[in-house]
């Protein structure tokens, strides 16, 4: 059996192992011009620039700083249209020229695209660019306060910029300033062939990652960088790496894998004395699964890591790391979202050693003995009388060089994914997420980019227990009218504001449309949203800590029939009139607010009859918007009730008064003494009665009647027909082909009118 069709095997073992649920439905779909029009989504891009990859977002100063093609911007957080500022920062031309001779696209790729941008102290900023594959970085002046307009570079005190930005445009990096000390994951060369973790900037000595190691780092693609404190000692603090690479420890045969990554290194690291000298001495890295459990072992992995969101709880010490996570499958696309804890990801890193032994050289757990210090651990008091890295024993170090990997994994939490879409036409690209106090606790909101410029808001529910969270796919946002892939993404708690950025320009919207959820109060609960809450006469959003008597929210249950039963228009039905010809067709529209109920019809001949479900056949046919009555029938006339049943939870929208009226009737021309075709609505003018009078032929001797009625409804009969003849002829000399056409004709009032209008 061949090496691709093993590979075909494995992957729809596991697709079928694991089922995938289906896609899930937003409750709310909004389109980009809604979301302009009614909804407060904001646009700001710059004429011949690009590309806004690098967004941080200033709550103290108001701003929101971004990096785009030979652009440095500040915008303000309240309107980004409002108050802006921009930094022109291109490339040199002497740059931009060496970079055309080595073969590069001077209008699209030799150009300064700023992909680093940090906080480096209360008045400037940290900014890195690929400077036309010459990485450059530069100190930016923003000012202290948010009414300060300072916002400067001197692009004569720039600085190297390898080892903090990659050369090429389409290479990612990664990076956190903590301190005055940068900690980057990015390429160092040309060619994007040597990939570090590097520390640069600060008093101490750069270090890096072990070079042209596949053990340490395999072609690497770096997604976050973050700082984690480990105790109350700062010499115990971490900086932890996200990123994908080619496993090592993959199968024989399967080709290339892609594995997702955590991977840490202590703050204090100094490098080793006579060994890895300027090297980390304490890198270790653990695989990140993301899969859906399959009964018989075989799961559906995520193994594309795309994004990671560290969400700070009270403890800095345990945040929440979100990730977002694709599949690499051609067989299977899908994408997912798992949730992972401090104490699950420090375990995998206290666990054992993966080790490559035996005739195949299979990796295994390590069983032999672990030098001490343990590899892994910083220097401090906490854990040994070790001042420094320096002073670790060689066996230490030669043990940390041969053993970087662990051999357990690190598993989400509750052991699968929190939100995944499976056959769905995007791919998740970026995450933020906001942990918002409702009435009933505290709950996480996800905001999830796609590569089709739309945002997913998920709310994550406790559904028997606070361990075991439902998602909930709230809304679908179309951000972008061009589709672009959202590249960046940032909210303000305080503001209640998203940012997005694309390749073609900045999005600003809120966080919540409360009103767009519907009038009424049970719309309102069923949406679920921790924004959100009932105030007694519309949905608005929630204010911890207010009293207010008529307030009602429950995120976790969303139960109208207890929130709601105060509320004066429950039970109240619109209503509408709707008339049908006997033989065509009718269309009963009946469209929910939310695309996750499910809508069911209901009939009654009249008020008092008891109603009974519509049922579907040929010719009663279910649409998206509504039923369709292929060929009305006079028994189809009464009342129709449109219910929609949503999370256990019924609800009238609407009730429809069906007439059924015959041709004659519409035409208004039923013959007298027919009781059954005037019973309908006697002495009543149908909207469209004129309208089927030019349509429908008339019987003979019929226009007669229609100057009739027209005179008595004060309108002027047609005139006669009268031609005139040709020039010079008089006026009351009738033409001769009239007259040959009257004489084999006879009478027109005989014969009744030639065309089908009575006029």
């Not at 590069?104 to 150009?111: F, L, R």
């Not at 559906?300 to 979100?322: A, G, I, M, S, W």
């Not at 001949?605 to 998206?624: A, F, H």
Request: one cysteine or more; a positive charge.
């Amino acid at each position: 059996m061949s090496r691709t069709m093993i590979l075909l095997l494995l992957l729809l073992r596991g697709l079928t192992a694991g089922h995938p649920p289906p896609a899930a439905t937003p409750r709310l779909k909004l389109t980009f011009p809604e979301l302009r029009a009614r909804h407060g989504l904001r646009l700001f891009s710059l004429e011949r620039s690009c590309c806004y990859e690098a967004l941080l977002l200033d709550e103290e100063r108001g701003r929101l700083f971004a990096g785009a093609q030979n652009h440095l911007l500040s915008l303000a957080l309240d309107d980004i249209n409002q108050r802006n500022r921009k930094i022109y920062w291109p490339a040199p031309v002497e740059w931009r020229e060496e970079c055309n001779w080595a073969g590069k696209d001077i209008t699209t790729e030799c150009m300064n695209f700023v992909k680093i941008l940090h906080p480096y102290n209360r008045t400037h900023l940290y900014a890195c660019g690929t400077g036309a594959f010459h990485p450059v970085c530069a100190f930016v002046e923003a000012g202290q306060h948010a009414e300060e307009p300072i916002f400067k570079l001197d692009p004569r005190h720039t600085e190297d910029g390898k080892g903090k930005s990659p050369y090429d445009p389409r290479h990612t990096a990664a990076s956190v300033l903590v301190g005055e000390e940068l900690y980057s994951g990015v390429a160092t060369d040309l060619m994007g062939r040597d990939f570090t973790i590097f520390r640069s900037l600060g008093r101490r000595p750069s270090i890096r990652t072990e070079q042209h190691d596949s053990r340490w780092l395999n072609e690497p693609k770096f997604v976050a960088v973050f700082w984690v404190p480990e105790s109350e000692d700062p010499d115990d603090d971490k900086i932890y790496f996200f990123f994908r690479e080619t496993a090592v420890e993959r199968q024989q045969g399967l080709g290339k894998t892609s594995f997702a990554r955590i991977g840490q290194i202590c703050r204090n690291d100094m490098g080793g004395q006579r060994s890895l000298v300027n090297k980390w001495t304490t890198f270790l890295k653990a695989r990140l699964v993301c899969a859906v459990p399959g009964p018989d072992g075989a799961d559906t992995h995520f193994n594309e890591l795309r994004d990671v969101f560290l969400l700070q709880t009270r403890d800095k010490r345990n945040p929440l790391v979100y990730a977002i996570f694709s599949t690499s499958s051609s067989v299977f696309q899908g994408s997912a979202v798992c949730v992972y804890t401090m104490a699950d990801i420090r375990r995998a890193f206290l666990g054992p050693f993966a080790h490559k032994e035996g005739p195949n050289y299979q990796w295994v757990s390590y069983q032999g003995r672990v030098p001490y210090p343990r590899p892994g651990m910083c220097p401090s008091k906490t854990f040994g009388t070790f001042g420094s890295t320096k002073d670790f024993p060689d066996e230490v170090i030669q043990f940390a060089r041969h053993h970087p990997l662990m051999y357990n994994p690190v598993l989400p939490h509750g052991q699968r994914p929190l939100f995944l879409q499976a056959a769905v036409p995007y791919t998740f690209t970026r995450i933020a997420v906001d942990r918002v106090t409702a009435a009933d606790g505290h709950y996480d909101v996800l905001f999830i980019g796609t590569d089709v410029g739309t945002v997913l808001k998920v709310v994550s529910v406790p559904k028997e227990s606070w361990h075991h969270m439902e998602p909930l796919l709230l809304e679908e946002l179309q951000v972008f009218q061009d589709a672009s892939p959202i590249t960046s993404l940032q909210l303000s708690s305080k503001r209640h504001q998203l940012y997005a950025g694309s390749t073609t320009a900045l999005a600003q919207l809120p966080l919540h449309r409360c009103g767009a959820y519907g009038k009424a109060c049970a719309e309102c609960c069923l949406a679920r949203d921790p924004y959100c809450a009932w105030d007694g006469t519309t949905c608005t959003r929630y204010v911890p800590n207010t009293k207010r008597r008529f307030r009602r929210q429950d995120v976790r249950n969303g139960d109208p029939n207890v929130l709601c039963s105060e509320d004066p228009r429950r039970g109240s039905v619109p209503q509408k009139q709707l008339y049908g010809v006997e033989g065509s067709t009718a269309f009963l529209e009946c469209v929910p607010k939310s695309l996750q109920a499910r809508v069911l019809w209901t009939y009654q001949r009249t008020l008092d009859d008891p109603q009974r479900e519509v049922q579907m056949d040929e010719r009663v046919v279910r649409m998206e918007r509504g039923v369709l009555l292929r060929s009305v029938q006079r028994a189809d006339a009464g009342l129709y009730l449109c219910h929609a049943t949503e999370h256990g939870f019924t609800q009238p929208l609407l009730r429809l008064s069906l007439e059924v009226i015959s041709a004659w009737q519409a035409a208004g021309m039923a013959p007298a003494g027919d009781p059954q075709l005037t019973a309908g609505a006697p002495g009543r003018k149908v909207w469209y009665q004129d309208f089927l009078q030019l349509v429908e032929r008339p019987p003979l001797g019929a226009t007669d009647k229609v100057c009739q009625r027209l005179r008595s409804r004060g309108r002027p009969p047609p005139p006669p027909r009268t031609h005139a003849g040709p020039p010079g002829r008089g006026q009351g000399e009738e033409p001769r082909k009239a007259r040959r056409r009257r004489t084999h004709e006879g009478p027109r009032a005989e014969r009744g009118p030639r065309s089908a209008s009575p006029w």
